[in-house]
T-cell receptor
Framework: KNEVEQSPQNLTAQEGEFITINCSYS?????LHWLQQHPGGGIVSLFM???GKKKHGRLIATINIQEKHSSLHITASHPRDSAVYIC??????????FGAGTILRVKS | DVKVTQSSRYLVKRTGEKVFLECVQD?????MFWYRQDPGLGLRLIYF???????EKGDIPEGYSVSREKKERFSLILESASTNQTSMYLC??????????????FGSGTRLTVV
């Protein structure tokens, strides 16, 4: 079993829909990151969480430390949100362990 | 803004060549990392460094070495490139503050093809 599990693997949505991507982890962590990767592009850090909830524009990230679970929500989705979204947990020494990623496609 | 710059976006090398991938960050971060990304396997840690001249093996160090002579620069070396090292290589840097300060920044990646 992978230390970091993401679901779904693939997600297709219509423009305007509310989107949720889930991440579960099985190890102790110091922080959890949500990352975004566009095709052929580098990786951009969206959020770093150690507790609670963070919001940036249309993106919301939550984490439940007791349940070892985090969610990334996108409100009013747009085709430009199409990307791979990756959950990563920070272990000792700030080394990241990554989920497999969720491929999101938003259709107009 | 923190910037992590990788010297090449695309690279094609021959089997057996010694390959250098360079990474430079401009925010005085203590920690630097090299990851590779492969379809179906995700991102995996090759090597990391917490300080100048310091290096530690990650999960898949075989066939690689690193050099950190200056704080801002972290180089990944493929001693003798092989076709199974064809991959996307990503450099990253982070602060070494407390658990609430582990900001992470990635470079744009180097897509290496070994022929």
């Amino acid at each position: 079993k992978n230390e970091v599990e993401q679901s779904p693997q693939n997600l297709t949505a219509q423009e305007g829909e509310f989107i949720t991507i889930n991440c579960s982890y099985s190890v102790g962590i110091s922080a959890l990151h949500w990352l975004q990767q566009h095709p052929g592009g580098g990786i951009v850090s969206l959020f770093m969480l150690s507790s609670g909830k963070k919001k940036h524009g249309r993106l919301i990230a939550t984490i439940n430390i007791q349940e070892k679970h985090s969610s990334l929500h996108i409100t009013a989705s747009h085709p430009r949100d199409s990307a791979v979204y990756i959950c990563a947990v920070a272990r000792a020494g700030n080394k990241l362990v990554f989920g497999a990623g969720t491929i999101l496609r938003v259709k107009s | 803004d923190v910037k992590v710059t990788q010297s090449s976006r695309y690279l094609v090398k021959r089997t057996g060549e010694k390959v250098f991938l360079e990474c430079v960050q401009d925010m005085d971060h203590e920690n630097m990392f090299w990851y590779r990304q492969d379809p179906g396997l995700g991102l995996r840690l090759i090597y990391f460094s917490y300080d100048v001249k310091m290096k530690e093996k990650g999960d898949i160090p075989e066939g690689y070495s690193v050099s950190r002579e200056k704080k801002e620069r972290f180089s990944l070396i493929l001693e003798s490139a092989s076709t199974n090292q064809t991959s996307m290589y990503l450099c990253a840097s982070s602060t070494s503050g407390g658990a609430r300060d582990y900001g992470y920044t990635f470079g744009s990646g180097t897509r290496l093809t070994v022929v």
